[in-house]
C-alpha cells in the first residue's frame, strides 16, 4: 500500500468496499504474534476443548519471549535519564515504545548464551530510534544503539494519536463525513475506528509537499482508517507529522 501518483490525487476520505492490505503496525499488539499463536487460548482436541500450556516464566532457545521477560526487559531499558528526557507520541515524560523482541543470536555466542530481548523506543524530543538490548536474565542492558532518519513500523498508541490528529484536523473532513455517511453517527474519536497503518517514505511520491519535506527525518505515518464492523476510509492521501503533530496532504 505505497502512496504513489495516484494516491496523491485522492483529494478527499472516500469510502472503500474492499479490504486493504495489512499494516507494517508494530508495538505490542504485534510484537509477539508468534508468541501469541503458540498460546492460543484452547486447543481442540477429538471434539473437546483443552486448555493451552501454561507460559513458563522463561523461555527456552529461539522461543518466543515470554510475559515476564518481556516485562524484565521493558523496566529495566528505560534509565531514569531517558524517562526524564525522552517524550512520549502524545508529548509525555518517557520514550514511546514501539516494539520488544527476542534478540537475533550473535553467531559468536556459545551455545549457552544468555537470552537477550530487542526493545525499540521513539523519543520525540529529539526524532531519535533507541534500541536497548536487554539480557532477560539478568535484566541488564547490554548495548544502547541511538539512531536518526530511521523509522520502524509504528506502534498502535502512535496510529490512535495519529487518528485522534486526523479527526481534529481540517483534512479530516472528508474522514468524518464519510464516517456519519456510513454509520449515522459524528466520529468524535479514535475508538470509534479499527486502525491500521505505516510509515509514510516520501521518495515513494513523485511530488512531496512542502509541509511534509521533513519526513524522514520527522515521524510521519499514514494512517488507514475502517469503520468498525464497516467499510474502509481511504485516508492515505493524508499524513501525519507526528513530531510537528501536523498534517498534510498529497497531491
Not at 490525487?9 to 472503500?16: N, Q
Not at 486502525?195 to 509541509?211: A, H, Q, Y
Request: glycine fraction near 10%; hydrophobic fraction near 35%.
Amino acid at each position: 500500500m505505497v502512496a504513489g501518483a495516484a494516491v496523491a490525487a485522492v483529494a478527499t476520505a472516500v469510502l472503500v468496499g474492499v479490504a486493504l492490505p495489512g499494516s507494517e503496525a508494530g508495538g505490542s499488539g504485534d510484537r509477539q504474534a508468534n508468541a501469541a499463536a503458540a498460546k492460543q487460548d484452547a486447543i481442540a482436541k477429538d471434539g473437546v476443548v483443552e486448555a493451552a500450556p501454561e507460559e513458563g516464566a522463561k523461555g527456552i532457545g529461539s522461543d518466543p519471549l515470554t510475559d515476564e521477560e518481556i516485562e524484565r526487559a521493558e523496566k529495566a531499558s528505560v534509565s531514569g535519564q531517558l524517562r526524564s528526557s525522552a517524550r512520549d507520541v502524545e508529548g509525555d515524560r518517557g520514550p514511546q515504545l514501539l516494539s520488544t523482541n527476542l534478540s537475533e543470536p550473535d553467531p559468536t555466542d556459545s551455545g549457552d548464551a544468555p537470552r537477550r530481548a530487542e526493545v525499540v523506543y521513539y523519543d520525540y524530543k529529539k526524532d531519535t530510534v533507541i534500541t536497548k538490548t536487554v539480557n532477560v536474565e539478568t535484566g541488564k542492558v547490554d548495548e544502547t544503539v541511538t539512531t536518526k532518519n530511521v523509522q520502524p513500523p509504528p506502534s498502535q498508541e502512535e496510529l490512535v494519536e495519529g487518528a485522534r490528529l486526523l479527526i481534529a484536523d481540517p483534512l479530516g473532513k472528508g474522514l468524518k463525513k464519510d464516517f456519519k455517511h456510513a454509520t449515522g453517527k459524528a466520529l468524535t474519536g479514535p475508538d470509534q475506528l479499527q486502525l491500521s497503518g505505516m510509515v509514510f517514505r516520501k521518495e515513494t511520491v513523485k511530488r512531496v509537499p512542502s509541509d511534509l519535506t521533513e519526513c524522514g527525518k520527522h515521524r510521519c505515518l499514514q494512517v488507514v482508517t475502517k469503520v468498525k464492523n464497516g467499510p474502509w476510509i481511504d485516508t492515505r492521501a493524508l499524513v501525519v507529522d507526528l513530531s510537528t503533530r501536523t498534517v498534510g496532504r498529497l497531491g
